[in-house]
Structure formats: C-alpha cells, structure tokens
C-alpha cells in the first residue's frame, strides 16, 4: 500500500463508518457498529498495523491522520449513542404511561381487638397493684377444671360449665381459667400468691346476644397468710375504681362457687344511668361484674397449701363483658364475627 493510497483509504473508511452510523436507531446496532469500526479488527486499526511498512516521511502524516480518525468515530460514537439513549427514554415514557397524579392506596392500618384491649387494661389495673400475669392451658383434664376444684363427679354445681368434651375420656376445653389456680399454686407453693390468669375458656351454651361459645375470662388469685375477706373487698372495689372511675360505687351479694368459701358478686351502680335503672342494669341500677369468694380450704389443700396456716381469696370475670359494659356493646357475638365494620369502631 503506498502513502497516497493510505490516506484515500482512511478517508474512505471514515466516510463509511459514519455513513453507517447515521443510519443507526437501535442500541443492538450501535454496539454492533462499535465491533466493526472501532474494534480490534477494524478497518482503521488495520491502517495502524501497516504503519511499519511506510516510507519514513509519510509514516508520522498516515498516523496522525488515522488517530485523527479514531478519535472522529469515538466522538461520532458517543454522540450517537446519547441520541439513541434520549430517544429510548422519551419513547418509554410516552408509551409506559405512569400517572404519578393518582392518589395512592392507603394501606389498612391495624388495631387491637376490643377484648384485647379490655384485657390490657385490667391487667394494667391488677398490675399496679403488684399482680403477675399466669398462663395456662386451654385443653385441660377434667380433674383440673373440676376434680380438684371441689367439684366431683355427679355434683350438680357442674350444670354451671356446660362443657365441650373432647373424644379422649377427662379431656375437655376449659370451661373456665380456674383450673389454672391449681396450676399457679402447686408452681409455687409454699411462696405467696398474687396472679392474674387471663385466658379463652370454651362452652357448649345456646348463643345468644349474652353468650358464646368462646369467652375470655381474667381469673384472680391471692394466696399468703392472713388474707382475709377484707383483703378482697379492698382489691376488688380499687380494681373498679381503676376499671370504671374513681366514683365509682360497688357493692357485695352473696352467691355460691363450689371452690369458694363464702363466695359473693361483686357489682357496679350503673354508669349508664348512675343507679336510677334502665334497661342495660334490667332497671337494678347495679351491673355484675364479677364472681369472687375465699379460697375453699379444698382447693388450697389440692394446691399444696396447709389451710390452717394458709387462706386467699379468688375472683372470676367475662372480658367480653367488661368491654360491652364500657363501650355500650349490646351483642357478644359481634366480638367473634370478625365484621371490620364493628372491629374498626374500637
Ligand atoms: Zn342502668
């Protein structure tokens, strides 16, 4: 190749290549186009490794003008490729159409279930006065829900529990938290005794807008030496106060469990029409709240106490009860219907 044909030759490939170029609308091609005319076995590149066999005067003239050329089609190619990048993005968006102005979609925001949330807040009452939360089971034996509660076998007080019973004979579903005072008191025995024993308790009851098959219950256990019946009366109605307001008044009935020894109600004037009778308190003007009594001597005994150092006293009550008092629920089964329309109103 001689040096005037070397210059026609580049002016001719840099000609071609850009020729090449201008006609590219597609990324694919332009790369393509970048192996073939800037790559290794480009035609410029040839005209560089033929440099050696030039006349000595043309040799530094051939390679300026093909570095020159080089330099021509890289500059030529990031053009290019700008154009066809700007063109891509103005394409995407005219053709992906994403409409920033739509609102978007509120996500659902949780909340506690309204018997949760009763829960809580006895427990943080019972709390201030010193009482730990105890778990216990929800598939219980026979002898814990009854036997060693002081309620044997063929004992009418068991008409009380209408009990689900499983297909192994003595398992049943807990009918209520009691069993676990048994549980709670042979754990610690002879230490004292100061729990609260929340928990869901199952019953085979006709429903209705006062009864479910489910029902959480909060149990309550005081056990020591020297705990009297005063001792309950004091934490029971500073639990009202804490529950219902500081004016809140109560008042003790007598009434019978077979693990308590005497056993009492414990009710509420009225908060809806402060004792004057309506149709929530069935004209009383008292609410019940909750079941309570002495420990049965038994009971204690069952657990592992002495009665004749030790006494306590014990106390029973419906959440779901408490949450319809407080929030004006007519309708226990609105609580186990998960319908959001009623669940969000908590
Ligand atoms: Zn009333």
């Given at each position: 190749m001689d040096d005037e044909n070397s210059i026609s030759r580049l002016n001719e490939i840099g000609r071609k290549a850009l020729e090449g170029l201008e006609k590219i609308s597609e990324a694919s091609d332009l790369e393509r186009w970048k192996v073939e005319n800037l790559g290794r076995s480009a035609p410029v590149?040839?005209?560089?490794?033929?440099?050696?066999?030039?006349?000595?005067?043309?040799?530094?003239?051939?390679?300026?003008?093909?570095?020159?050329?080089?330099?021509?089609?890289?500059?030529?190619?990031?053009?290019?490729?700008?154009?066809?990048?700007?063109?891509?993005?103005?394409?995407?968006?005219?053709t992906e159409t994403l409409d920033i102005s739509l609102p978007g979609r509120q996500p659902g925001v949780g909340r506690?279930?309204?018997?949760?949330?009763?829960?809580?807040?006895?427990?943080?009452?019972?709390?201030?006065?010193?009482?730990?939360?105890?778990?216990?089971?929800?598939?219980?034996?026979?002898?814990?829900?009854?036997?060693?509660?002081?309620?044997?076998?063929?004992?009418?007080?068991?008409?009380?529990?209408?009990?689900?019973?499983?297909?192994?004979?003595?398992?049943?579903?807990?009918?209520?938290?009691?069993?676990?005072?048994?549980?709670?008191?042979?754990?610690?025995c002879p230490e004292p005794i100061r729990a609260i024993l929340p928990g869901m308790c199952y019953r085979y009851e006709q429903m209705d807008a006062r009864h479910e098959s489910q029902l959480m219950q909060v149990e309550l256990l005081v056990v020591g030496?020297?705990?009297?019946?005063?001792?309950?009366?004091?934490?029971?109605?500073?639990?009202?106060?804490?529950?219902?307001?500081?004016?809140?008044?109560?008042?003790?009935?007598?009434?019978?469990?077979?693990?308590?020894?005497?056993?009492?109600?414990?009710?509420?004037?009225?908060?809806?029409?402060?004792?004057?009778?309506?149709?929530?308190?069935?004209?009383?003007?008292?609410?019940?709240i909750l079941g309570c009594g002495m420990v049965h001597p038994t009971v204690l005994q069952n657990g592992g106490y002495d009665p004749e150092v030790f006494s306590g006293f014990a106390a029973g009550m419906g959440v779901e009860r408490v949450a319809m008092l407080r929030h004006h629920v007519e309708e226990i089964r609105y609580f186990y219907g998960n319908d959001v329309r009623f669940l969000e109103q908590f």
């Open positions: 590149m040839e005209i560089f490794s033929h440099l050696t066999g030039l006349d000595s005067t043309m040799r530094p003239l051939v390679g300026q003008a093909a570095n020159r050329l080089k330099q021509q089609l890289e500059k030529a190619y990031g053009e290019r490729e700008q154009v066809i990048k700007t063109a891509q993005l103005k394409n995407s968006l005219e506690l279930h309204p018997v949760t949330q009763t829960l809580r807040q006895i427990t943080d009452v019972f709390s201030g006065m010193g009482f730990q939360v105890y778990r216990s089971r929800e598939v219980e034996t026979d002898e814990f829900s009854f036997g060693l509660l002081n309620i044997p076998p063929y004992h009418p007080a068991r008409d009380m529990w209408d009990t689900f019973h499983t297909t192994t004979p003595g398992v049943v579903l807990r009918p209520h938290t009691s069993p676990g005072q048994i549980h709670v008191m042979r754990q610690f030496r020297e705990i009297s019946l005063g001792n309950l009366k004091g934490t029971l109605q500073e639990f009202a106060r804490g529950m219902f307001g500081a004016e809140v008044r109560t008042r003790f009935r007598p009434s019978y469990f077979p693990f308590t020894e005497p056993s009492g109600d414990m009710e509420i004037e009225c908060f809806i029409c402060s004792g004057k009778g309506c149709r929530v308190c069935s004209k009383t003007g008292w609410l019940e």
